[in-house]
Nanobody, 126 residues
Framework: QVYLVESGGGLVQAGGSLRLSCAAS??????????MGWLRQAPGKEREFVAA????????LYGDSVKGRFTISRDNAKNTVYLQMNDLKPEDTGVYYC?????????????????WGKGTLVTVSS
């Protein structure tokens, strides 16, 4: 079992920045290694892939809408993954979910996720 707790969401003006954090815990997290990622969901829309990072942190993947603006990173000593979001736009508004997938490869779809956090709300005002 893996537990994921997000933090760092909030209200920000367009062009601003936020950093999301996701703290992972549980009896299997360190034992097996998990690729980590973020997906978001806007009201009335499907969950959308944002970014993912491999177990080692050596490989990352981004959704087209956030490339060049968002950066995913992880600190394995702290069991924490981060999402630095710069130049935020109103269309970035949504609930951001931390996600974990057992094993090494990065992922880019919700169906590949093994564990989810409860989400943190990001609201970008125009």
């Amino acid at each position: 079992q893996v537990y994921l707790v997000e933090s760092g969401g909030g209200l920000v003006q367009a062009g601003g920045s936020l950093r999301l954090s996701c703290a992972a815990s549980g009896p299997t997290f360190r034992r097996y290694g998990y690729a980590m990622g973020w997906l978001r969901q806007a009201p009335g829309k499907e969950r959308e892939f944002v970014a993912a990072i491999s177990v080692s942190g050596g490989s990352t993947l981004y959704g087209d809408s956030v490339k060049g603006r968002f950066t995913i990173s992880r600190d394995n000593a702290k069991n924490t993954v981060y999402l630095q979001m710069n130049d935020l736009k109103p269309e970035d508004t949504g609930v951001y979910y931390c996600a974990a997938r057992q094993g090494g490869p990065v992922f880019n779809r919700a169906s590949a996720v093994d564990y989810w956090g409860k989400g943190t709300l990001v609201t970008v005002s125009s």
